[in-house]
């Protein structure tokens, strides 16, 4: 019984890694995959949304998690695009 479960989960691995191209192990035990939010940051009393965010969330239990660096870089990358437009959204897609 072991041995098949085990499979199985390989199974759903491979099948997610296809689809996606990659994913995680959530805490949880679960897998994560790549998706896309819409998440709030402040700057200078200013309430910044930032579109399109990049993290993984579990299939199981909802759970996301996301790299700190992408979290800086496009935090700096939305500042930016305030100072110099004085918009309050930013699209993480349109930055690359």
């Known amino acids: 019984m072991g041995v098949t479960k085990r499979m199985t989960s390989l199974q ?8 996606y191209g990659s994913v995680r192990e ?3 035990g679960d897998v994560s995959v790549p ?5 709030q940051e ?3 009393d ?6 399109n965010f990049p ?3 579990c299939l199981e239990c909802d759970e996301i998690t996301f790299s ?11 500042v930016k695009h305030y100072e110099a437009t004085k918009k309050t959204e930013f699209d993480c897609n349109l930055s690359q």
């Open 26 to 28: 959530c805490m949880c």
């Open 12 to 19: 759903k691995i491979q099948a997610l890694t296809e689809k």
């Open 42 to 44: 402040e700057f200078e």
């Open 68 to 78: 700190p660096k992408d979290h800086v870089e496009y935090y700096k990358k939305a």
């Open 35 to 39: 998706t896309k939010i819409t998440i």
């Open 55 to 57: 993290v993984f969330q």
């Open 46 to 51: 200013v309430e910044l949304v930032i579109h």
